[in-house]
């Protein structure tokens, strides 16, 4: 199922890429079965760093900051698979495939949290990230329970504060903010 965030669609481009992800799920499935796991929200083309650079950027984020935040979330992954029996899920592991958009990953993303997960783990400076902004309004639509990377629950009223916060941080036409403004309308609508 596509995710939906119908308010900020006009933001970016649409297609339609579900033949693309089959495999991908199918492998999932055959890997987890009827197992649930724990899905780390995590910026990687994103996040508060990249944001801030994203005035001096006429292309694509830095590879370091890319990098730097594919480390924070593998790194994030590790300790909750200390903590936990359940299975952790790790995003990053979709990070680096050739020729795909970031429309892309945000929708097998989406898709796999709404089939696989049971909880949605948030990492630090997901509400600058519109791969964070779709999986985290997804699991609200679909009933998740949400927590920081500290433990605590993220509460959809506390999710909007921190996401007009960070839309403040950025310029009106930056293309985050038209989807942070997105976010933060279909939640509003739930």
């Known amino acids: 199922m596509r995710h939906s965030l119908d308010a900020a669609s006009h933001c970016y481009p649409q297609s339609d890429r ?49 990098d730097t935040n594919v480390t924070a979330a593998r790194a994030l992954v590790a300790r909750l698979r200390e903590h936990t029996r359940q299975e952790v899920f790790d995003p990053t592991c979709f990070s680096r495939y050739p020729r795909w958009t970031q429309d892309d990953y945000v ?25 964070c902004l779709a999986e985290f309004t997804k699991a609200v639509q679909i009933g998740l329970p949400c927590f920081d990377q500290a433990g605590r629950t993220v509460t959809e009223h506390a999710a909007s504060v921190r996401i ?17 403004r997105g976010a933060l309308s279909a939640l509003a609508s739930l």
């Not at 929708?107 to 990492?123: G, H, N, R």
């Open 18 to 66: 579900g033949a693309r992800f089959r495999s991908v799920l199918d492998g999932l499935r055959g890997l987890l079965g009827p197992r649930r796991v724990v899905y780390v929200s995590a910026p990687i083309n994103g996040g508060p760093a990249i944001a801030a650079a994203r005035g001096r950027l006429s292309v694509a984020p830095p590879t370091d900051l890319v």
């Open 107 to 131: 929708e097998l993303c989406v898709e796999v949290l709404e089939e696989f997960a049971s909880s949605v783990v948030l990492a630090d400076g997901w509400e600058y990230s519109r791969g």
């Open 164 to 180: 007009e916060l960070a839309v403040g941080c950025l310029d009106e036409s930056d293309p985050l903010a038209c989807y942070q």
